[in-house]
T-cell receptor, first 113, second 113 residues
């Protein structure tokens, strides 16, 4: 069935280190993979996304990589800062239509000064 | 994101009552979505609508109802049939011409007393 698994569920890093969050998806026809950042009590905010015709995308300190063969994609944050602390969600658009996104369970990232 | 509003921010309901959550957008987006978020979990799709006067059930539609009488409005009613309604409810919208990206409202936190 439609499923997105996200790991790890919690991640703690020191300021300046890198953080990597990984997601796997079940539908080989999925072609769009966004990442959202959600601060406590706030709305999820889109931070980066990637489409299936691209293997990697970067935006300043954030990058996403996609491996279609293995059906997994990853978020990379370099030079982490305390304000990066939040819950990060990955999602995949499944081929069932209506732009249906299936979300991972989230990763709580804590960046310690 | 600023063009999507939800009200109220907090809502308290007694068991057996129906309540309606408001979602309005002034972005001229065609598609709108309702998600439920429980602690430590990802977002689960309740209902979605591609156009006015049309909507489809998502993964967890039981105990919920929606309407889409106007393009800018997509209210969600949580009925007494929803056995565990305490959660954070998020509305999202998407422009047809930006096929993939969903933008979220600020959310409504519903608590059943």
């Amino acid at each position: 069935g439609e499923n997105v698994e996200q790991h790890p569920s919690t991640l703690s890093v020191q300021e300046g280190d890198s953080a990597v969050i990984k997601c796997t998806y079940s539908d080989s026809a999925s072609n769009y993979f966004p990442w959202y950042k959600q601060e406590l009590g706030k709305r999820p905010q889109l931070i980066i996304d990637i489409r299936s015709n691209v293997g990697e995308k970067k935006d300043q300190r954030i990058a996403v990589t996609l491996n279609k063969t293995a059906k997994h994609f990853s978020l990379h944050i370099t030079e982490t800062q305390p304000e990066d602390s939040a819950v990060y969600f990955c999602a995949a658009r499944f081929s069932g239509g209506y732009n249906k996104l299936i979300f991972g369970a989230g990763t709580r990232l804590a960046v310690h000064p | 994101d600023g063009g999507i509003t939800q009200s109220p921010k907090y809502l308290f309901r007694k068991e057996g009552q129906n309540v309606t959550l408001s979602c309005e957008q002034n972005l001229n987006h065609d598609a709108m979505y309702w998600y439920r978020q429980d602690p430590g979990q990802g977002l689960r799709l309740i209902y979605y609508s591609q156009i006015v006067n049309d909507f489809q059930k998502g993964d967890i539609a039981e105990g919920y109802s929606v309407s889409r009488e106007k393009k800018e409005s997509f209210p969600l009613t949580v009925t007494s049939a929803q056995k565990n309604p305490t959660a954070f409810y998020l509305c999202a919208s998407r422009a047809v011409e930006v096929y993939d990206t969903q933008y979220f409202g600020p959310g409504t936190r519903l608590t059943v007393l």
